[in-house]
């Protein structure tokens, strides 16, 4: 079993591998904005503090 990052946001199971702030499916960013303004679904949503990881 994976192991959890010190600092992560709880109740978020991040799948975007390539983003900085993913650590082991957590994201340790300190808050996330997700957008846009409007949506039909979810996948019209997306993660607007995504970075990708270098
Ligand atoms: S910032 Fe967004 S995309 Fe990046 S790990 Fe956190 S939730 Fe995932």
């Given at each position: ?30 808050e996330i904005r997700v957008a846009p ?18």
């Amino acid at each position: 079993m994976e192991q959890r990052p010190q600092n992560y946001l709880p109740g978020i199971k991040c799948e975007v591998k390539n983003c900085k702030y993913n650590d082991a499916h957590c994201c340790t960013a300190e808050e996330i904005r997700v957008a846009p303004q409007h949506a039909c679904c979810a996948a019209d949503t997306a993660c607007a503090t995504f970075k990708p990881a270098e």
